[in-house]
Each structure stands twice: as C-alpha cells, then as structure tokens.
C-alpha cells in the first residue's frame, strides 16, 4: 500500500483521502475496509452458531453476577438505533437492566419519544442522568475555543462515568455497550480524538478556555476506571455476538413501539447532529457518512452505489443546518459573529493539550495488590473450608 497524491476513493467502499491516513493497495481498496474485513473475522464474521454460543456465556453471566438484585445490568438509552436495539435484546434474553439516560441539555423532540415508546413497550424503569447544564456548556465552549476536532469528548466521558456512578448507586456490576462492530468499526483516528476518556487532556483544555472552575462531573480518569474494575464493575459487548442488519432492526423497532428513524446514524441528539452534519464538514472537511455507510457496505448490507447515492446530498436540509447554528450560538451564548470567527481559526490536535498515560498511578496497583492478597489468604480460604466434604 502507498499514501495518495491528490484525491482519491476506495473502489470498495467510500472512505476517501479526506483521511490523512488513508491509503491504497494496487487493486485500488483501502487500508481502513481491508483492516475491517481482518478485525471482523475476529467476531461478526466468526460461525453464527459460535458467535450465538458466545453471547450466551456472557447473559449468563450478567444473570449470575445480578442475581437476588432489582438489575442485573445498566443500559444506556440515547433513543438511537443501537441502545435501543440491544435493549429489545436484553428483553428478549431475560435480563432485568435499568435504562439510564443522560440528559446533557441536547435531547431532540423525536429522540424523547423514542425513548418513552421504548421504555413503554419494554416495562424497564428508566433513569435519567441531568448534568448540570451550565458546567457541561462551558465545557463544551472550551473545546470549542481550543480548536481540537472532537467536541463529543464532553458526551462521551461523562456518559461514561454518569453509567459507573448509577452502576454503583444501585448496586450493578454489569454495563452493558452498544459499542459494536457491525455498525462503526471503520472510523479514522485522526476524524476523532481515540482517547475519549482523557481526563488530563479535559483538564487541561478546560484550565485554558473554561470560564470557572472545573466542578464535581462524572469523569472517568485513568484511575477512576482502574478503581471501578477493581470493585467488579464491568462492560459486557455481546452485541456483536448476535446478528444486525440494519433495515432489519430499524423495520423490528418501528413496528413494536412505533420507533422514529433518523436521516443519520447518531441524530438523536441536536448536537450530535449538527457536529457531525454541519461542523465537521466545514472547518474539517470530514463527513462521517462515509465511515458509517463503508461499514455498511463491507458487512453486505447496502451496496456502493447506494452509499455513493446517499453521499450525493446533504446529510440534512441546509435551513436545518442554519437554523442548528444559530441555536447552537445561542445555548453557548456566543454571537454568530464569534462562532464563525472561531470556525476559521486553524485546527489543533488534541495532543497540544497534554494527554493521560495509559498506566494507572502506582497507588492503584498497591491497592490492587492488596485485595488479591486479602483474596488469596482469607476469602478463598473460607470458601474452601465452607465446602461440604464428599
């Protein structure tokens, strides 16, 4: 493979050179399909018998670890595709979750309804996470302000911790991800920032272009995570264990609780929608389309043609764009002036701002040392004696 000269498109899906690592083999396929079709046969590719198989241990599990509570396992509930999808799942496999939904001040009207037809129809109680909207407003504007590309690193991490503190609340060791395969493995690193659980790099631009000080939020730091995994607070993936197909799933969701589809993958949220509709293609020149409906495409879902198709229009109506861009200022409290002045400020990588390591402090190993020792010389011990004799 060699890097491109001058713009160029994968003759096998639609990731283009708007990708600064994108590259080309001799037959004109790219690096980032070619590495799908490699980390797919890992899972959603793996025999459908095995994969079920698979996904059976880890709902035993969930059951086994949730066993005499009120749940079993927490899902997070955005009113997308995905987590509502596997919340069906969780239904249809007996699980008992709590349905936990982070309200950062973004919801769409139709995502709402989703949710309450999903929460409706399935009978799970459902938890809502508010955040403290002025904090999450200025952190938002600060990444703004800093430059860097990914301004759902705010969502992504507080989502994150705002799961573990309602795992911990309620007494749930199981999260459940709708992180998967099928639907968004194909997605470049320099269109995102791939550490989305930096805390030193939030720190860090927040100390720089924040307006406060920087309160009590449900962060999840290197240590915080190590600290939960300690205690047994686990994420459990089985979503790419079982089948997906998209129209599929969508059609299932439509006619059980009367689900509304989105124009684009992740448009539940006003934010979301703009960032990735409006924002990323103007200052950065990416559109996300190409990454989800390459996926698409390599698990044999739609063709290319179909996904050149839908590249040819705008992923939304362009009033809609400029209505989201002055509704985006205004919730910042920002002059549309200021906004298009910061939009033609040149970008800077997240890794300007200093970035976390991705070992835990020592004093997180001592303590982890510590419980294996206690572990290994009272619990196991105990649990041994206690065994009736044959």
Known sequence: MSK????????????????????????????????????????????????????????????????????????????????????????????????????????????VMNIDNLVKHTGYDLYTYVIDWEGFRDMQLAYFKAGVIDLEVPTDMFIAGALYEVAEKFGVKSIISGNNVWTEAILPKDWRYPNKLDYKNMASIYEKFGRGKLKKIPHVSINRRFLFEM?????????????????????????????????????????????????????????????????????????????????????????????????????????????????????????YYGEEHEKPSWYIYMFRYIKLVYLYKFAYPLKIKERPKP
């Open 231 to 351: 205690q047994g607070y686990k994420w459990v993936i089985f979503f790419d264990k079982l089948d997906y197909n998209d129209k599929e799933v969508k059609a299932r969701l439509v006619k059980e609780f009367g689900y509304r589809v989105y124009p684009c993958k992740h448009f539940e949220s006003v934010f979301t929608r703009f960032y990735q509709g409006y924002y990323l293609r103007k200052k950065y020149n990416i559109d996300k389309r190409k990454a989800h409906l390459s996926n698409l495409i390599m698990t044999n879902q739609i063709t290319r043609e179909e996904a050149v198709q839908e590249l040819s229009h705008e992923p939304y109506e362009l009033i809609k764009q400029m209505e989201d861009k002055e509704y985006v200022a205004k919730k910042w409290g920002i002059s549309l002036e200021e906004f298009d002045r910061i939009m033609t400020q040149k970008p800077i990588e997240h890794s």
């Open 4 to 111: 491109i000269i001058g713009y160029q498109q994968c003759k096998r899906c639609v990731m283009d050179s708007t990708s600064k690592d994108f590259i080309l083999d001799e037959v004109g396929n790219c690096n980032f399909c070619t590495h799908f079709l490699s980390y797919a046969k890992k899972n959603i590719f793996l025999e459908r018998s095995e994969r079920y198989k698979l996904a059976a241990l880890d709902i035993e599990e969930i059951k086994r670890r949730g066993k005499g509570k009120k749940y079993d396992c927490i899902i997070g509930v955005s009113g997308g595709i995905d987590s509502s999808y596997i919340t069906l799942l969780a239904k249809d496999y007996g699980l008992r979750p709590i349905l936990v939904h982070f309200d950062n001040g973004w919801n769409d009207e139709l995502a």
